[in-house]
């Protein structure tokens, strides 16, 4: 989805899908605080790609976000040791700016969130 900025910049968006913070086989902290319902999450470190596509599908339901294509999402893959993560260290949530193949901005969590405004603000400074 794109994030269209006061200037006309525009960013587009994508979401990768990494391992399982607390999965209930691993370390498990049951929480459903974003979750609509607060029913808390409960799923196993998915060990293939079709796995972790099936908890991602899931994913997107629960939290009634589209499945059309509309939001870009990818998978990092188990069967390859989870390279994404692996090169960038996105846990427990990061949010990077990659413009022509050079990483810009790489978001700082506070208490295990971000602040998107940040982001917005940086990207106007940026494309000003």
């Given at each position: 989805?794109?994030?269209?900025?006061?200037e006309?910049?525009?960013?587009?968006?994508?979401?990768?899908?990494?391992?399982?913070?607390?999965?209930?086989?691993?370390?498990?902290?049951?929480?459903?605080?974003?979750?609509?319902?607060?029913?808390?999450?409960?799923?196993?470190?998915?060990?293939?790609?079709?796995?972790?596509?099936?908890?991602?599908?899931?994913?997107?339901?629960?939290?009634?976000?589209?499945?059309?294509?509309?939001?870009?999402?990818?998978?990092?893959?188990?069967?390859?040791g989870?390279?994404?993560?692996?090169?960038?260290?996105?846990?427990?949530?990061?949010?990077?700016?990659?413009?022509?193949?050079?990483?810009?901005?790489?978001?700082?969590?506070?208490?295990?969130?971000?602040?998107?405004?940040?982001?917005?603000?940086?990207?106007?400074?940026?494309?000003?």
């Amino acid at each position: 989805k794109d994030m269209v900025g006061s200037e006309g910049w525009h960013a587009d968006w994508l979401m990768v899908y990494i391992e399982e913070a607390h999965a209930v086989d691993e370390w498990p902290v049951r929480s459903g605080r974003f979750v609509p319902g607060g029913k808390p999450v409960s799923v196993e470190q998915p060990k293939t790609t079709n796995e972790r596509l099936g908890i991602c599908t899931e994913f997107l339901q629960t939290m009634g976000l589209p499945a059309d294509g509309e939001l870009k999402i990818a998978v990092d893959v188990p069967e390859e040791g989870n390279r994404f993560e692996q090169a960038y260290a996105p846990w427990p949530i990061r949010m990077y700016v990659i413009e022509d193949g050079t990483m810009q901005f790489i978001s700082a969590p506070t208490e295990c969130s971000h602040n998107v405004g940040e982001l917005r603000e940086w990207l106007e400074e940026r494309f000003k």
